[in-house]
């Protein structure tokens, strides 16, 4: 009895989409834009979300080793140096490379240095386990003996990590403002629907129909109509991402992520959000007409 009282169910909520063409096209509608805006919203995030991070893994801390120290007395430093508390990475930079890089970036004015021989020093680049130790262990380098200068971005790393923490802070809470925002339009438009029915929802009442009876054919029509409005925009936004980052180039830090990492994390989260929104709207938007 139950798998056809299952059935009859799904077979009158694929009726009542044709059999009602407008309003599901209305309710249809109004789900997949919804949740494009969302979905677009959180691909944003995601990637802003990733700008930040990737800003935050550039700092570091640039340790210029004194002439004083020999040949033989960097690894020491270097191993005093990776030792310290904090660090993640240190990289050495000698002096012959840093003149090379430092030709490449002044192109053709790299002749300038020609008979200077290289002012250049030897020097250490360290990265911080977390970006915001940064600061503090520039503070224990400029301490150690054989270092001369330190250079962390002193004047504004303050600001910068502010200024990440507050952009995915923000992301954060643009998603939740829309997600809610998604949920009140789309129970809305659900319960429009529903209310153009009331009389064929009220004579069933009446002739004695349960309130399962009743409500499974609406249950299944609103899970379907946040399936396929959920559906629509993911697929929209599956190509549209697909196609910006295949024809988008961008430097890091500013690069788009992977179109599989983000349609991993937002198609399913639109026809999840979909398919819930739909099923939930339509039982909740029945309950007055229930009470005959």
Known sequence: MRIRTVGRHTREGFKNLFRNGWMTFAAVSAVAVTLFILGLSIALSLNIQNV????????????DVSD????????????????????????FVSKADALQKMKKILQGNASMF??????????????????????????????????????????????????????????????????????????????????????????????????????GPFFVEGTLMGLFGAAIPAFVLYELYRWMFLNVTLFPPFSLLPTAYVASRVLWVLILCGVFIGAWGSIVSMRRFLRV
Not at 52 to 63: F, G, K, R, T
Not at 68 to 91: D, F, M, N, Q, Y
């Open 52 to 63: 930040s991070l990737n800003i935050e893994n550039q700092l570091q801390v640039n340790a």
């Open 68 to 91: 004083s120290v020999t040949a033989k007395e960097l690894p020491a430093l270097g191993k005093e140096l990776a030792h310290l508390p904090g660090v993640r990475s240190i990289t």
């Open 114 to 215: 020609n008979g200077l021989g290289n002012p250049l020093p030897n020097e250490y680049v360290l990265q911080a386990a977390n970006p915001e130790m940064t600061s503090g262990l520039a503070k224990l380098v400029q301490h150690v003996k054989g270092i001369q200068n330190v250079q962390y971005g002193q004047s504004f790393i303050g600001k910068l990590l502010a200024v990440t923490a507050a952009v995915r802070d923000g992301a954060i809470v643009l998603i939740g403002l829309l997600l809610v925002m998604g949920i009140f339009l789309i129970s809305n438009t659900i319960k429009i629907t529903i209310f153009a029915r009331r009389r064929e929802i009220e004579i069933m009442k009446l002739v004695g129909a349960t309130d399962g009876f009743i409500r």
